[in-house]
């Protein structure tokens, strides 16, 4: 069963987001990981790189697959994770600590279109 966690939004194409302020922490969510299995490479974008919601963020390898990672918000990209340049096996070890990237939000509105923790629950079952 993949854990999901309450107080966090989700997004179809299985990101999650935590939101801190102004500012979105975007992962991939455990259903994720588990579905690609050992992640060998997570593609890092630009800090102050501007992103649209819906638009790509980066990509993740994995053994079996490459998959893209799309942004759930619209913003400026203010940090990376760039732990995961070195160590993409992190995400596959606890993919809620282990964040993509910190977007200074545009819109915060933009939230109310993603689901919670139940809603993400019954996608995924």
């Known amino acids: ?9 989700y997004a179809n ?6 939101v801190e302020d102004a500012f979105a922490y975007v992962g991939i969510t455990d259903y994720a990981q588990e579905s690609l299995g050992e992640i060998v490479f997570v593609e890092l974008p630009e800090e102050d ?21 799309v942004s759930p918000v619209t913003g400026t990209i ?13 995400v596959n070890e606890d993919p809620y600590e282990n964040w993509i990237v910190k977007i200074e939000m ?5 939230l109310e279109a993603l689901l919670n923790a139940a809603e993400y629950k019954e996608l995924i079952e």
């Open 78 to 90: 203010v940090m990376v994770n760039e732990e995961l340049e070195d160590s993409p096996e992190l």
């Open 106 to 110: 545009e819109n915060k509105s933009e």
């Open 1 to 9: 069963m993949s854990k999901i966690i309450d107080g966090l939004y």
């Open 49 to 69: 790189d501007e992103i649209s919601a819906g638009g790509e963020l980066s990509a993740i390898e994995s053994v079996k697959a490459a998959s893209d990672i």
């Open 13 to 18: 194409s299985h990101e999650w987001v935590k």
